[in-house]
């Protein structure tokens, strides 16, 4: 069955760097791969997507990569601030659903 | 901005007893889906319905749960009987195009509705 690995459960990084989250998946080769934010509570909320033929997507801070060969998505948020300090969710994309990894807990200490 | 409505937003149970979570979808969205979260855990697929019809379902949803889009604007996850092992956050999301496609379509989450079963 498909998997899905993010990497890390939680980051912690300094305000204003560069956070770096990680996807791997395996047994799948989704034409389409999201990523979505998640607040304590709260429902997914929809930021980015990438095809399998596009090596990269930004929008605003967030960049995305996807690695067809590595079987690997990298989700960029530039110039971090305390507001991006929640939990990031990499989706597979299916015919009739999506699949999500267990997400990251990003913080952003000021 | 529309969103995704979902009803109530805790519920409370004993074991055993039927529940019906009730969401309502953007209303120019076509496709309909229910996940679940367990305290801690991650976003699960239930079921995805377009058409009237399910689409695909998940090893957990089985006997027990149903859906159903009685009206042009409602679409309800029941449990018939519920158990522990229920209890978690359920959310509705919706999308307006296909999932997979030329493009592909973006889910939009409702708030959730908490279950607690006792």
């Known amino acids: 069955s498909q998997k899905i690995e993010q990497n890390s459960e939680a980051l912690n990084i300094q305000e204003g760097k560069t956070a770096t989250l990680t996807c791997n998946y395996t047994?799948?080769?989704?034409?389409?791969l999201q990523w979505y934010r998640q607040d304590p509570g709260r429902g997914p909320v929809f930021l980015l997507l990438i095809r399998e033929n596009e090596k990269e997507k930004r929008k605003e801070r967030l960049k995305v990569t996807f690695d067809t060969t590595l079987k690997q998505s990298l989700f960029h948020i530039t110039a971090s601030q305390p507001a991006d300090s929640a939990t990031y969710l990499c989706a597979l994309v299916g015919a009739s659903k999506i699949i999500f990894g267990s997400g990251t807990r990003l913080s952003i200490r000021p | 901005e529309p969103e995704v409505t979902q009803t109530p937003s805790h519920q409370v149970t004993q074991m055993g007893q039927e529940v019906i979570l009730r969401c309502v979808p953007i209303s120019n969205h076509l496709y309909f889906y229910w996940y679940r979260q367990i305290l801690g855990q991650k976003v699960e697929f239930l079921v995805s319905?377009?058409?009237?019809?399910?689409?695909?379902k998940s090893e957990i949803f089985d006997d027990q749960f149903s859906v159903e889009r009685p009206d042009g604007s409602n679409f309800t996850l029941k449990i018939r009987s519920t158990k522990l092992e229920d209890s978690a956050m359920y959310f509705c999301a919706s999308s307006i195009k296909r999932l997979a496609g030329d493009t592909s379509g973006e889910l939009f989450f409702g708030e959730g509705s908490r279950l607690t079963v006792l």
């Open positions: 047994n799948y080769s989704p034409a389409y």
């Open positions: 319905f377009y058409n009237n019809e399910i689409s695909e």
